[in-house]
């Protein structure tokens, strides 16, 4: 398209997957999200459009629609198109035929294995068939490519290895020193549900010269997430077939979570297995955190314009991470003792046990690598990928000192590990379970789409039970993930009211102090007390509310300190006093008559509301 004639922007949308109910949501977010654009125009297709057009009516059409923007069209040749796509086409190609072998290796197949593995399965579509001819052409490759080089992959040397253990030499040399397999009398493998019959075929190797030696394996089925890189259940679950004499241990308690979600996790594996006991005594807390509910204010909407993901977790995490910046407790508390000794009654009493629980640790737990199309983390801020450069958006909004109690992990990378609270971003169908279309490239070593979805259950078990505390589990209601559906048919989860979550404040910077006339009264208050305002470094502005205006650094500011210290308060009669924070969100606003001040209504209470309550 030859933009030089650019006036407005022009987003064309192809919407290949239309009738599906999941897609068709998405398809109505995103109109949505484009006609409140101003200078963008969206440009929607869809399969329907190409079956009644055909392909150069389909062209044709759109090249009309362009020109009534004033955009020239003039259409690329195949190989333009080509280049233009080249690099994105082969990067996902270029994945599924790594994965592929990954698999092909784990599996130790050699060219002629998987060649017979390939004429015994029943392809499903004519795709599938042509990419198994290709892969295999690939691995063969791969194959004669290492053997030409004297190369190896990791998945190479365990075979190696098992191969010199069983041709009897077990003799070892490490940096530490020299060892002997055969006289290893335990050998403790964990993770156990992961194990995969290459590192079967080492573990085989080593008892074959060492036959006394006592193997303890630990693992959790409700666990295994690995089979797609090759992992197999079978290993744990018939266990006692590979190893002979040997003996099954339950470890039923959980020492990790509190009593909810251990019971979160039960429900959702209920059936499959030995319930866990939670050892701890708290209860902790579920929460699902519905997004359909949630409406952002003025200023979340002006922060992140059609998205409510970001302002939502932000809520979340402003609440849980709670360690408000000191100078926000201050013109809090200060601000509320200040009330509580000179508000007249009715002004309504904060509890100050509701105050800050410091030290809590959230992660943000993804299914995915990637966050919806509309999530806009703007200018990339790490090298590291889409999790981190939103992790670094959200931190962005979080007092300096509590940034880091805040992580980001896809479920996959954070098995093992744990955090006090966990939030799930997208406990939706399309993440929960996730089945990838390129399934059926791997359909040939016997993966179904129902192995796939036990094992994605496993995956949220894991996600749901990394939590020690607090787990919130962000969803559409309208648009639950089926395992949350099951689990909410089991179990009542308490749906959170995005009321007890305000909005985050953010990190505040300054403190402006705008003095004016209270309505009603004339214009005499300022008027009396410029001298002694001016004095003071005020100036008269008149953009808004016409007051005088003085900013302060946040740091330490007080309200109560403020008007200890103001000198022209003893003077003041019908004044008001403003609070605001560098956005110009009004903290506060007082009435000074005759020297006392009073708080009036306010919006302190949305940044009290920040206070973590636990
Ligand atoms: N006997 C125990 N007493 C008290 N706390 C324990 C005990 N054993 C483990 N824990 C605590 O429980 C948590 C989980 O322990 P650990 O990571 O060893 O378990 P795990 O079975 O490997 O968990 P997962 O496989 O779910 O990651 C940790 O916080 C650990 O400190």
């Given at each position: 398209m030859d933009n030089s004639s650019q006036i407005d922007n022009i987003v064309i949308e192809y919407f290949g997957l239309e009738g599906?109910?999941?897609?068709?949501?998405?398809?109505?977010?995103?109109r949505e999200y484009w006609r409140n654009r101003p200078n963008w125009h969206f440009v929607e297709l869809s399969p329907t459009t190409l079956r009644f057009e055909e392909v150069?009516?389909?062209?044709?059409?759109?090249?009309?629609?362009?020109?009534?923007?004033?955009?020239k069209c003039d259409r690329l040749t195949e190989d333009e198109i080509w280049t233009k796509i080249r690099l994105r086409a082969i990067d996902r190609f270029t994945k599924v035929v790594e994965g592929f072998i990954q698999r092909c290796r784990k599996l130790s197949l050699t060219s002629e294995k998987l060649a017979s593995l390939v004429d015994n399965h029943k392809c499903a579509s004519d795709v599938e068939q042509r990419f198994l001819e290709l892969a295999q052409k690939f691995y063969q490759s791969y194959l004669q490519q290492l053997q030409v080089t004297g190369e190896d992959d990791f998945d190479g040397l365990m075979q190696k290895a098992a191969a010199v253990i069983t041709s009897g030499q077990t003799v070892f040399h490490r940096k530490s020193g020299t060892g002997d397999l055969k006289c290893l009398r335990y050998i403790l493998i964990d993770e156990y549900q992961d194990f995969s019959k290459l590192f079967h075929h080492l573990i085989e190797a080593i008892r074959q010269q060492n036959p006394q030696a006592q193997f303890f394996c630990v693992g959790d089925d409700w666990q295994a997430i690995n089979g797609?890189?090759?992992?197999?259940?079978?290993?744990?679950?018939?266990?006692?077939?590979?190893?002979?004499?040997?003996?099954?241990?339950?470890?039923?308690?959980?020492?990790?979570?509190?009593?909810?979600i251990v019971d979160i996790g039960n429900t959702l594996m209920y059936g499959l297995g030995t319930p866990a006991r939670a050892h701890k005594t708290i209860f902790g807390t579920v929460e699902i955190a519905d997004l359909g509910q949630f409406n952002p204010n003025l200023n979340e909407q002006k922060d992140h314009p059609g998205d409510n993901i970001t302002p939502a977790i932000l809520r979340l995490v402003n609440k849980t991470i709670a360690v408000p910046i000191q100078m926000r407790y201050n013109i809090i508390s200060r601000g509320v003792r200040a009330r509580q000794r000179r508000a007249p009654t009715g002004v309504p009493h904060v509890n100050e046990n509701r105050y800050i629980k410091k030290g809590k640790t959230v992660v943000l737990l993804s299914r995915k690598n990637s966050l919806p199309w509309y999530v806009n983390y703007g200018k990339p801020t790490s090298?590291?990928?889409?999790?981190?450069?939103?992790?670094?958006?959200?931190?962005?909004?979080?007092?300096?000192?509590?940034?880091?109690?805040?992580?980001?992990?896809?479920?996959?990378k954070y098995k093992g590990l744990q955090n006090d609270v966990v939030i799930i971003l997208d406990a939706v169908p399309r993440c929960y379970p996730l089945i990838h279309p390129d399934l059926m490239f791997s359909r040939v070593f016997g993966d179904s789409i129902e192995q796939v979805v036990d094992e994605e259950r496993r995956l949220f078990y894991v996600a749901l039970s990394r939590a020690v505390e607090h787990l919130y589990i962000l969803t559409e209601t309208k648009n639950l993930s089926p395992f949350l559906e099951e689990l909410k048919s089991r179990k009542r989860i308490n749906l959170l009211d995005w009321l007890d979550y305000p909005p985050c404040v953010g990190s505040i910077q300054h403190i402006t102090v705008k003095v004016g006339n209270q309505a009603g009264k004339g214009g005499n208050g300022t008027y009396a007390i410029r001298d002694l305002l001016n004095a003071e470094g005020y100036r008269w502005r008149?953009?808004?509310?016409?007051?005088?205006?003085?900013?302060y650094p946040a740091q330490d500011f007080s309200i109560q300190q403020y008007f200890d210290n103001a000198q022209w308060i003893s003077h003041a009669c019908g004044i008001e006093v403003r609070f605001y924070d560098d956005l110009e969100n009004m903290l506060a606003k007082y009435h000074v008559d005759y020297g006392q001040f009073i708080p009036v209504i306010n919006n302190l209470s949305e940044v009290d509301l920040n206070i973590n309550p636990w």
């Open positions: 599906d109910p999941d897609y068709d949501i998405m398809s109505e977010q995103k150069e009516g389909f062209c044709a059409l759109l090249k009309r629609c362009l020109e009534s923007y004033g955009k797609f890189a090759g992992s197999d259940l079978r290993f744990y679950q018939n266990f006692a077939q590979f190893f002979q004499p040997s003996q099954k241990l339950n470890i039923a308690t959980n020492y990790r979570s509190a009593t909810s090298k590291h990928g889409v999790l981190d450069n939103f992790l670094n958006l959200v931190r962005s909004y979080l007092p300096e000192e509590s940034r880091k109690a805040l992580t980001i992990s896809t479920a996959h008149t953009i808004g509310w016409s007051a005088w205006c003085c900013t």
